[in-house]
């Protein structure tokens, strides 16, 4: 049953892609001289998004505290990592920042294109002029106003836990002295995990944004120590809600 619903939800997302991919081109290209910051191509993708998300019958989707982000930002904005649907989901709840993706990405076929066309960062995660270079960028956006939404594991998570946070979410907050917004979210790993091409039905999908934290309620200028504050919080909370579930 798996396997026929798979079936359905690839095709779905094909035709969905076929469908909509030349009017975002041409939204993009119209838009060119006056949408320096690509704002406008960067909602028609979170609206495409969202739409995507509620006609594919295969989870629940249960979202909480989404006006938290519509405060007075910009943030550096972060969350768990545990299947590539969270970028779809994460653009669903409609927010205005530039995504930091890995530069493989670029290659792969419409996703590449998307993140030309809206002029999402790219780092190399091996290279560490292409780290500075990402982190120059990134400052940038934030001074304009636009918040940057970053995985601070770096990767999926194999087992559905909390992995390892990396620094450069939290030193990108501290040197920009911008709020960080933590989003958690759990269930997409169960339908489609790491390296998975079969989508397993019937999960509910829980996204919680939690309050902005200011630079001053930080506590230290270490990022390390900084990622190791969130990365508690956001396990201390994940477990919350499982345990909740039972």
Same mark, same amino acid.
């Given at each position: 049953? &798996? ?10 997302? @094909? ?11 041409? #939204? ?23 739409? !995507?998300?509620?006609? *594919? ?18 943030? #550096? ?10 970028? !779809? ?5 409609? !927010?205005?920042?530039?995504? @930091? ?21 790219? @780092?190399?995660? %091996?290279?560490? &002029? ?8 990134? !400052? ?23 992995? /390892?946070?990396?620094? %450069? ?5 501290? &040197? ?9 979210? &759990?269930?997409?790993?169960? #339908?489609?995990?790491?390296? %998975? ?7 509910? *999908? ?6 902005? @934290? ?13 990622? *190791?504050?969130?990365?508690? /919080? ?13």
């Amino acid at each position: 049953m &798996d396997l026929l619903k798979s079936l359905v939800v690839w095709l779905t997302g @094909v035709i969905f892609i076929i469908l909509f991919f030349p009017l975002t081109f041409l #939204v993009w290209l119209i838009t060119i001289p006056a949408d320096r910051n690509r704002i406008i191509t960067h909602r028609i993708l979170t609206w495409q998004s969202w739409l !995507l998300a509620r006609i *594919v019958p295969i989870w629940k989707i249960n979202i909480k505290g989404r006006k938290k982000a519509l405060t007075e930002g910009p943030f #550096v904005i972060i969350s768990n990592h545990q299947s590539i649907l969270d970028i !779809l989901l994460i653009n669903s709840l409609c !927010l205005n920042y530039k995504w @930091v993706s890995k530069i493989e990405n670029m290659n792969v076929p419409f996703m590449g294109w998307y993140l030309r066309m809206a002029d999402y960062l790219t @780092v190399d995660r %091996g290279n560490k &002029d292409s780290k500075e270079l990402m982190m120059i960028k990134a !400052l940038e956006c934030l001074k304009n106003g636009i918040s940057v939404m970053m995985f601070p594991e770096g990767t999926r998570s194999v087992n559905l836990e909390i992995g /390892f946070f990396k620094r %450069g979410a939290f030193q990108l907050a501290l &040197d920009a002295g911008v709020p960080i917004l933590p989003i958690l979210l &759990d269930g997409s790993g169960g #339908v489609l995990p790491k390296h %998975g091409l079969i989508f397993s039905t019937g999960h509910k *999908v829980r996204i919680e944004v939690f309050d902005p @934290v200011a630079p001053e309620s930080f506590g230290t200028d270490n990022p390390d120590i900084l990622s *190791v504050k969130f990365s508690n /919080f956001m396990k201390e909370r994940l477990t919350t809600w499982r345990t909740e579930k039972h």
